[in-house]
C-alpha cells in the first residue's frame, strides 16, 4: 500500500526525462491509498480517470511516448468538511459554503469511477475500549477466494472484469430490481458506467451469500432485487456532514 501525498500529475502518473514511472504504475496489481482526496489539486485528481478505465497509464512526450500497466485497487478518503470536526455538535468550523466547496473539488466522472462508497462514522466508545476482536483475517480471505473461483468460471479473474454485454446474464435485473435503479437513471444521479460497477458489486455480493446457502448456514441467497438497492445506494451520495470519514473505493482491476 502507498499512502502519499502528490502535488504534480508526473509524480502520480510518470514522466521526466528519462521517463520513470508514477505511483499508480509502481501500484500495479497493488493497491494505492490516497488519504485527504479533496487536498490533492484538482488537475492531479483529474488524471486519475484514464488509468482507472482502462488499467494503462499512456505518457506522451515530444520525444516518446510510454504505455505503463496500472491495474490497481485506488482507495482514498476524505472527511465531511475542511476541519474535519464535522460530526461533533458544534465543533465544526466550516461554513456552509466551505463544505460545499471541498465537496466540489472531486468531479463527477471521477467519482464516478469508485464501485464503493462508504460512509464511516466515528466508533462507539465501547468498542474503543472493547478487547474482543473483530472476524478474523482468514474468513474474510475464504469468502474472497470463494468469489473469484465463482469469476474464474465465468472467464475472468473478477467480477469487475466482467464486460458489459455479460452483464445481462451474470447480472440480470428482473422487474422488482428495475424499481430502485430506474428513478436514479432518470435523475442523472447514476450513470451507465454506475449501473455497471453497481451490477458487478452487487454479483459479488450474492456469491458468498449463495455458498453459505448451499452450506446449509443461512436462507436460500437474496436475488439480484435484493441486492441492487444495496449496491446502487453505495454507489450514489455526497459526503455526509453527518456521517464522517467517506471512503472511497475503486474495484475496476481487482474487486472480487
Not at 42 to 58: F, H, I, T
Not at 125 to 153: N, Y
Not at 195 to 202: F, I, S, Y
Request: net charge positive; glycine share 10%; hydrophobic share 40%.
Amino acid at each position: 500500500m502507498n499512502r502519499i501525498r502528490i502535488g504534480v500529475s508526473a509524480a502520480l502518473l510518470g514522466g521526466g526525462h528519462p521517463f520513470r514511472a508514477g505511483e499508480v504504475c509502481l501500484a500495479h496489481r497493488g493497491v494505492l491509498f490516497l488519504d485527504e482526496l479533496p487536498e490533492f489539486r484538482k488537475n492531479v485528481l483529474e488524471v486519475l480517470r484514464q488509468p482507472l478505465e482502462e488499467g494503462m497509464v499512456r505518457v506522451a512526450r515530444a520525444h516518446a511516448k510510454v504505455d505503463f500497466p496500472a491495474r490497481i485497487l485506488l482507495v482514498a478518503a476524505m472527511n465531511p468538511c475542511p476541519c474535519g470536526e464535522g460530526t461533533v455538535p458544534g465543533a465544526c468550523r466550516c461554513s456552509p459554503t466551505a463544505r460545499a466547496r471541498y465537496a466540489r473539488r472531486l468531479s463527477g466522472p471521477l467519482v464516478d469511477r469508485f464501485d464503493l462508497r462508504v460512509d464511516v462514522g466515528r466508533p462507539d466508545v465501547a468498542d474503543l475500549l472493547s478487547t474482543g476482536g473483530g472476524e478474523a483475517s482468514s474468513s474474510v480471505v475464504e469468502r474472497v477466494a470463494a468469489v473469484r473461483r465463482r469469476s474464474a468460471e465465468r472467464g475472468v479473474p473478477c467480477n469487475a472484469r466482467l464486460p458489459a454485454w455479460r452483464l445481462d446474464d451474470v447480472a440480470p435485473l428482473d422487474r422488482e430490481a428495475q424499481r430502485p435503479v430506474a428513478r436514479p437513471l432518470r435523475a442523472g444521479r447514476l450513470t451507465r458506467r454506475g449501473l455497471g460497477g453497481g451490477l458487478r458489486v452487487g454479483r459479488a455480493t450474492a456469491a458468498p451469500a449463495r455458498r453459505r446457502a448451499r452450506r446449509g448456514t443461512r436462507a436460500p441467497a437474496p436475488p439480484m432485487s435484493a441486492i441492487c438497492p444495496l449496491a446502487m445506494a453505495q454507489k450514489r451520495g455526497a459526503p455526509s456532514i453527518k456521517t464522517g470519514l467517506r471512503i472511497f473505493i475503486s474495484g475496476k482491476w481487482l474487486l472480487p
